[in-house]
């Protein structure tokens, strides 16, 4: 969304910039009866002299405002994703975090490390950590039979870690498919 | 990144403008505001009016304004191309009056991150310091194996590295931001 921000507030202030522009060439051109000079204002005010509010293009670009200024407004109140979580540090200056895929590659790393498993499939997100493991045996019994030690790796691994917010976690074994 | 907060901010006030605007020109055209406003020209209404008897001052007032949505445009542009949030040469203290100490950021960083990357555990070492040079932040990004012990790898980067960075610039209280990734890498 940020990288997004800057070519969208780039075209917006370039447009702002080159209509103010515009305003103020057209309104001095006007008093020296110049106008128009740059943009054929005149035809836009002829327009709106005979153009209905009830008109269908008024309708239309009423929507098209609507429709835009809507997704603008989405898209810049959206809640930011949560890229970084808070491990508590020993110095207040110190903002130390561990990054999102960094927590997921730990858990995951945490998973795959209990005997019996074989991969490990971890979604972090502000408050909530979801890891499926895959058993490397098949059949259910030892898909079951493996999920207190994960949960227990895992719960180590997030209380070693000194989170400040620590996710809740949300864990899942499955056996091998084939 | 720099910037990011006025962009946000005119972006939404744009889009709250257009959503506003749109809803107006709805509201009008379904007759909301009167059977007979809807059957109105666009222009001709109470602003119309007023615009068109003092046009005059109105167009000047106007163009005034517009003089300084241009320069704060252009400033807002450029602050876009080539501004940067990375902070210059930043002077230490020293307690002599004779002569100013300068520190280059990237003689900080790269003394930073060569320290870290010597460290168990640790993949590779990112840094940059950000903000003014009087009053700067550093910001290191940490992408540690996966076979890494995070928490002791995190406690050692604060006792050790960044107390010694501390030191370098003689700011007990400088703010740092530490990011710890894991590698994607398997040992």
Not at chain 1, 69 to 75: D, P, Q, T
Not at chain 1, 115 to 141: E, F, L, Q, W, Y
Not at chain 2, 118 to 130: F, K, L
Request: positive net charge.
């Amino acid at each position: 969304m940020r990288l997004l921000n800057r070519p969208l507030a780039f075209i917006l202030a370039a447009a702002l910039a080159v209509a103010s522009i515009i305003v103020i060439i057209e309104v001095v051109a006007f008093h020296v009866n110049a106008s128009p000079l740059v943009l054929h204002w005149t035809t836009w005010d002829r327009w709106a002299r005979k153009t209905h509010w009830d008109a269908l293009v008024v309708q239309v670009w009423s929507a098209v405002l609507i429709v835009v200024g809507a997704l603008i407004l989405a898209l810049e109140l959206k809640p930011r994703r949560v890229t970084r979580l808070p491990l508590r540090s020993a110095h207040d200056a110190t903002d130390a975090a561990v990054t999102r895929g960094g927590l997921a590659g730990t858990l995951r790393a945490a998973a795959t490390g209990v005997d019996g498993i074989s991969s490990a499939a971890v979604v972090v997100r502000r408050r909530r950590a979801r890891v499926t493991a895959t058993s490397a045996a098949r059949g259910r019994p030892a898909a079951a039979a493996l999920k207190q030690p994960v949960t227990q790796a895992l719960r180590s691994r997030l209380d070693n870690l000194d989170l400040r917010h620590r996710p809740r976690l949300t864990v899942r074994v499955n056996s091998r498919s084939r | 990144m720099h910037a990011d907060r006025t962009n946000r901010f005119a972006l939404t006030l744009f889009g709250l403008l257009l959503l506003l605007t749109g809803a107006a020109g709805i509201t009008a055209s379904a007759g909301v505001f009167g059977t007979g406003f809807s059957r109105r020209t666009l222009f001709t209404n109470r602003v119309s009016s007023y615009i068109g008897h003092h046009g005059t001052w109105v167009w000047a007032a106007a163009a005034g304004v517009c003089l300084l949505i241009a320069l704060a445009t252009l400033r807002w542009i450029l602050v876009l191309l080539i501004s940067t949030d990375r902070a210059g040469d930043i002077p230490i203290p020293v307690s002599t009056q004779e002569g100013t100490t300068i520190l280059q950021p990237a003689a900080l960083t790269g003394a930073l991150t060569r320290e870290i990357g010597t460290y168990h555990g640790v993949d590779s070492a990112r840094g940059r310091i950000i903000g003014d040079a009087s009053d700067p932040e550093i910001v290191i990004i940490v992408t540690a194996s996966q076979s890494a012990d995070l928490h002791a790898l995190h406690q050692r980067i604060e006792t050790e590295a960044l107390a010694h960075a501390r030191h370098a610039l003689g700011q007990t209280d400088l703010p740092i931001q530490l990011d710890l990734g894991v590698s994607r890498r398997t040992a």
